[in-house]
């Protein structure tokens, strides 16, 4: 799974049958501090995101394993809302 | 998901039997404010997609999943056309 | 899909059981315009592809949808052989 | 497979269903020698993982094959504990 | 599928119970002439491969399309040996 923070939408009218009332949303990647990175990905919102959110996205196949997106010709999918990242284990520097 | 522009079409006469009256668009690659970028694929269209169409490419199983495109060997898919990508949350500048 | 000409064979004889038969070509990857680039592809033939055979890849859970690759353990396809790309969009120069 | 490290925790309250009591693990990728790398994976732990625990990690749909994935939109997985790599051919240097 | 080199094993007592039994091995890719790269990759092994053995490494779902893998959580195999790769169609220099 990759972090992103939501920060649009895509609109679409002319689609597949199984995108009808799917929220798709624009997320850029961040990194688990929360930085945001030059990378940017469409995925479909399963758990009520919203703009600004800092989410949880899978990719692949497992994208469909949610009940909001269960046979919908999609590849990725927000499917966690990020409260906080516990670094617990820290590395000692050289 | 990945944003595409379509520029062309993929002849092909010798191919599976799956692939028969599915149109094989060329796509180049764009980002989510329509600039094109250095990157071409190759998807199945599913949703009437057209020259110059901006539209959202879906890869891996789940190019599979609409009527177009079931039990076909493709792994990508074009499967809605984009009218619009609305960013909603502006990140603020440091 | 990713484009790709048939440079050679892959020569096993101990092999998974669901291999038995099949023709693993080794691809040199070419981009839309037949150039050829530095990246090799093994894809099972499914389509009757020869040597110099500009082709079509399949990868991923689909490489395993045509009739010569189903329950075999292999990740990538040749599904259509390529007549022609033909660029129908032009996209102008700024 | 790759390797990783564990260094901490993702919170996450809101999620989907199929996430509920699993343990978000991010990890720190690592070579073979254990040498950490600038990458990092979020990943479900089938295996007790803990704290520095030195993993194996699976992607893809294949992360959805241990009891405690199936079913889930998730597409990595901590499906091994590493006690050793040992690296018993050595490449002549030219 | 990607070339590789067997060049060791990872030893794992703690690990999902779909992998008991099962060898997991640790590859340096090479290339199509059997140069070796610097990426390396962990696959189960399927074919009986062995220290220094020139293999096929098939990725994704696929990985499980094997006796030895099926059900397991596993995103790579090792799913023949390879005897040859015979370069056929010599690409004429400019």
């Known amino acids: ?3 992103g923070k939501v920060i649009g939408t895509v609109v679409s009218t002319v689609k597949d ?10 997320c850029r990647e961040a990194d688990h501090e929360g930085t945001l990175l030059q990378s940017y990905h469409v995925a ?13 996205i899978s990719y692949g196949s497992s994208a469909r394993m949610t009940e909001e ?3 919908a010709p999609v590849d990725a999918v927000i499917m966690a809302l990020i409260d906080d ?4 284990h820290v590395i000692p520097r050289p």
Do not use: P
Request: glycine share 12%; no cysteine; charged share 15%.
């Open 1 to 3: 799974m990759i972090f």
């Open 17 to 26: 049958v199984n995108l009808n009332g799917k929220k798709l949303l624009l």
């Open 44 to 56: 479909v919102d399963a758990v009520g995101a919203g703009e600004g959110s800092f989410v949880l």
């Open 69 to 71: 997106t269960k046979n």
């Open 85 to 88: 990242v516990q670094i617990t």
